[in-house]
């Protein structure tokens, strides 16, 4: 754990709430690594794995990667 939040901020004042996945945004920093991540996850496993996929399981596999990349990104 990263320390008590009540150590930094005063009383009066709680520590601001984490975005939540529907609304999050790519870090400045990990715009290139993201881009990179999804097309490898959503274009090159399926090529090389010889996958197909139809538009509602392309939309299913967007959602998911992004969700895996937003895990990633706050974990670390």
């Given at each position: 754990?990263?320390?008590?939040?009540?150590e930094w901020y005063p009383k009066e004042k709680k520590p601001p709430a984490p975005i939540s996945w529907w609304v999050w945004q790519v870090p400045?920093?990990?715009?290139?690594?993201?881009?990179?991540?999804?097309?490898?996850?959503?274009?090159?496993?399926?090529?090389?794995?010889?996958?197909?996929?139809?538009?509602?399981?392309?939309?299913?596999?967007?959602?998911?990667?992004?969700?895996?990349?937003?895990?990633?990104?706050?974990?670390?």
């Amino acid at each position: 754990m990263k320390g008590d939040w009540k150590e930094w901020y005063p009383k009066e004042k709680k520590p601001p709430a984490p975005i939540s996945w529907w609304v999050w945004q790519v870090p400045e920093l990990k715009g290139v690594h993201y881009l990179l991540m999804m097309f490898l996850l959503l274009v090159g496993v399926p090529w090389f794995l010889g996958i197909r996929f139809t538009s509602f399981t392309i939309i299913i596999n967007v959602l998911l990667c992004d969700f895996i990349l937003y895990s990633w990104y706050k974990r670390v």
